[in-house]
């Protein structure tokens, strides 16, 4: 595998999710060096291509168009997207940053805020750079939650939060197989 490697949406000849053609392509991230690198692995040869500039990164996130991959620092302080077509890694967002998530147009990503007081989700715009608070976790009244987490965006933009709660039902279930 030589070249710098698309993301399966972008090219037409698609197969399923993640094939291109005879290729099937993923990200990875490499959990073995204390480099932490990412890298794109070919998932029918095995063939692994490290992304040039990722050491430092974790938390890829490609794109739905595949143009970019959005990561962030080890330390959750700053947001870098890799443009694929020239491989060049540019550095969005300084902020506390958890769950990078991308709107189904490729133009925003949305991320928690973690360390600020209201535990807010922004909306940024990846060409302008232009964020907007969408959403405060702390607003949430749940009553016997205990954490929440935000875990992405539908398509037409809202959050979707989980809340993990203190107290729980349990069920048991008594099957009996004819």
Not at 16 to 24: E, F, H
């Amino acid at each position: 595998m030589t070249g710098f490697i698309q993301h399966p949406s972008a090219l037409a000849d698609r197969q399923g999710p993640d094939a291109v053609g005879d290729k099937a392509l993923t990200v990875v991230q490499s959990v073995v060096t204390a480099d932490k690198t990412i890298s794109v692995v070919d998932t029918k040869s095995g063939a692994v291509m490290e992304l040039p500039g990722s050491k430092g990164l974790f938390s890829p996130r490609w794109s739905p168009n595949g143009q970019y991959l959005a990561a962030i620092t080890l330390d959750q302080r700053k947001l870098r997207i890799c443009n694929l077509s020239n491989k060049q890694w540019t550095e969005v967002l300084t902020a506390s940053i958890d769950n990078p998530v991308w709107s189904s147009d490729s133009r925003s990503i949305y991320y928690h805020s973690f360390m600020e007081p209201d535990l807010p989700i922004y909306k940024l715009d990846v060409q302008t750079h232009k964020q907007e608070k969408i959403f405060q976790l702390k607003d949430l009244q749940i009553p016997d939650a205990a954490d929440y987490s935000f875990k992405g965006v539908s398509p037409e933009g809202s959050p979707i939060v989980a809340v993990h709660l203190w107290s729980a039902d349990v069920y048991q279930i008594v099957w009996k197989h004819p």
